[in-house]
């Protein structure tokens, strides 16, 4: 098990804690679901599912970006004053915007809306890990998560019937 030191001098470990990976699949479970439920239904229960992919995907997008907002808050002090901290707590809220952008627009561009704001919040994540303003074991846990999940959000995307 690879150790570095945090932030507030603690052994920080790269091994992503239990708790973390098992919520963060458990995460995934409507993501694959849903997903599924959006090829293999009927035309009706299947845009019963893609509604419902919109609206999870949503709320995961703002709760990464409240993650990003956690980060960029804790153990500084009055660092949120500061340009690079600003922009942080900023970048964080981008995450909700989109979201609910995407739960206004038509099905199939909202999903696609949904895809790329979680690769552009994994792109932030992985950022702000290499600049040591994330936990070590964040980057995997996030790569893994996001595939998951985008994958997901394609899929029903290819789903929605073009008219």
Known sequence: MAMSYGRDGAEESSEIPTA????????????VGLAAAAHFAGA?????A??????????????????????????????AAKPREALRLT?????????????????????????????????VDLIMSRGGLAPRWYPALRWRLTAIAFLCLVVAGSAVPTV
């Open 20 to 31: 973390a990976a098992l919520l963060g699949a458990g995460g995934l479970i409507p993501f």
């Open 44 to 48: 009706v229960d299947a845009s019963i």
């Open 50 to 79: 893609i509604e419902a992919l919109r609206a999870y995907g949503a709320v995961i997008l703002s709760f990464l970006g409240g993650i990003i907002w956690g980060l960029g808050i804790a153990g500084f002090g009055g660092a």
């Open 91 to 123: 970048v964080s809220i981008l995450p909700s915007l989109f979201g609910w952008l995407a739960l206004m627009l038509p099905e199939q561009s909202g999903l696609w809306l949904l895809a790329s704001s979680f690769l552009m919040v994994l792109a």
